[in-house]
């Protein structure tokens, strides 16, 4: 059980790094979003593989309430920065 | 042999993540990134349900990479289709890898030692415990809606905030693309499929995966395709009522709150023999505002004729369309 738990963690751990570097690497707006979305995808695997409690037992439902509410925040997170991407181009063409 | 045959799938999985979040993070071509990362929220919804989060996989699959999809999809017209390599000079390079190298030890090491913790008091076994008070049987929907149904009011109204400064920013974006008959043809079989598998996912939340968020993605993605599919005609609803639908779920959570502080003299305090009525009134009033907010959030903007429907009082039953 450990070994998956290990596995799924070093997993998200590598997804946070990548997605964090390449946040801070880019400077064009969809590319960031897109890395800074890969970022917090490994913090909510990290999250899920802790609630993870082996093949037999009931997994910690309170960590996937928790990433649940963190999926639609992102989800809204990401459309007010396009919003604001937007209306920064639109800004910039006048 | 099963848990070698185990092993393999876990680390093929992972492997095919990292790769495709790789991808995702260092190719030069914005529909390239935009398609892998499409691809990598499916993988993380199979990697959700290989981790009995099956709640986590439904909403993944819809909203991470179904709704993300579909907002980076429309917003890469206004950019260029090429990413431009980095401006950062050499040191400030090496400054931002080695700050993530540290902070991937660090997290690494964190990760290991809470790993290796001794169980203490698990909340999961106080959620078992209290889930039959709590009016639902599913412990991630009694989570949400009834022990810390704080938490989701407040993530009502970040959705709902999200969403007025989308609509506060800009028009909506116009499409270009002509519509095919075949994705008409589909369109037409594909809704009312959404719908109602939306609905049983709202219903079926209660005691088994599924809920508002969800079901209110789903019922989002049904709009979405209508929107794809028949761009021009003119929608037979008055913009008020969209407004309405926008507020409706906060609403109803609010007065269901306040209700209850009148009654037990604690905001969001379910009785346990209303708790399962008042949780799907709830959910279903939040699965429409959420449909409402994120389909909008697709437009990237009003809708057409929105503020003439703010200004004329008088016009609001001659049906305002939106393009």
Redesign the interface.
């Known amino acids: 059980m ?21 946040t ?8 960031r ?3 800074l ?2 970022c917090g ?2 913090v ?3 999250f ?6 082996g093949a037999e037992s ?5 960590p ?6 963190g ?10 920065s ?6 920064l ?2 800004l910039n063409d006048e | 042999m099963i848990e070698l045959l185990w092993s393999v799938f876990d680390l093929s999985l992972v492997l095919l993540l990292l790769a495709l979040a790789w991808g995702t993070c260092s190719t030069r071509d914005v529909m390239r990134a935009v398609t892998l990362f499409i691809a990598m929220g499916l993988l993380l919804a199979i990697i959700w349900a290989r981790l009995k989060a099956p709640d986590l996989a439904l909403a993944e699959a819809v909203i991470g990479a179904g709704i993300s999809g579909a907002l980076f999809l429309s917003a890469i017209k206004d950019y260029p289709s090429t990413i431009t390599v980095s401006h950062r000079t050499p040191v400030l390079q090496g400054l931002i890898n080695a700050f993530t190298l540290a902070l991937v030890i660090l997290m690494s090491w964190a990760v290991w030692h809470g790993l290796n913790m001794s169980d203490g008091i698990r909340l999961s076994d106080q959620v078992v415990a209290q889930a039959p008070v709590s009016g639902v049987s599913n412990p991630v929907t009694a989570v949400l809606l009834n022990f810390r149904a704080y938490d989701t009011l407040l993530e009502l109204a970040v959705v709902l905030t999200a969403v007025l400064t989308v609509l506060t920013l800009n028009d909506r974006r116009y499409s270009h693309v002509v519509s095919s008959p075949l994705l008409q043809g589909m369109t037409h079989w594909l809704v009312p499929l959404l719908v109602v598998t939306s609905g049983y996912l709202l219903w079926v939340g209660a005691h088994a995966p599924g809920g508002a968020f969800q079901a209110g993605a789903m019922l989002a993605a049904a709009m979405i395709l209508l929107q794809l599919a028949f761009p021009s005609r003119r929608q037979q609803f008055s913009l008020y009522l969209v407004r309405f639908l926008l507020v409706i779920g906060i609403f109803t959570f609010v007065v269901v709150g306040i209700w209850m502080l009148l009654l037990n003299d604690v905001f969001l305090a379910f009785d346990p023999d209303w708790a399962g009525t008042l949780i799907l009134i709830i959910e279903t009033m939040a699965t429409l505002s959420i449909a409402t907010a994120l389909a909008l959030a697709y437009l990237g903007g009003r809708p057409m004729g929105w503020e003439e429907g703010a200004r004329n009082n008088s016009a609001s039953t001659e049906n305002e369309g939106a393009g």
Not at chain 1, 48 to 53: C, M, R
Not at chain 1, 64 to 69: D, E, G, N, P
């Open positions: 450990i070994s998956e738990q290990l596995l799924y963690s070093l997993a998200g751990i590598g997804l946070f790094g990548i997605g964090l570097r390449a801070l690497l880019h400077h064009m707006l969809i590319p979003l897109l890395a979305n890969v995808a490994g909510f695997l990290i899920i593989t802790i609630a993870y409690a009931r997994p910690d439902a309170v996937h309430a928790l990433v649940l509410t999926i639609v925040v992102a989800v809204s997170a990401t459309a007010m396009l919003a604001l991407g937007r209306r181009e639109a």
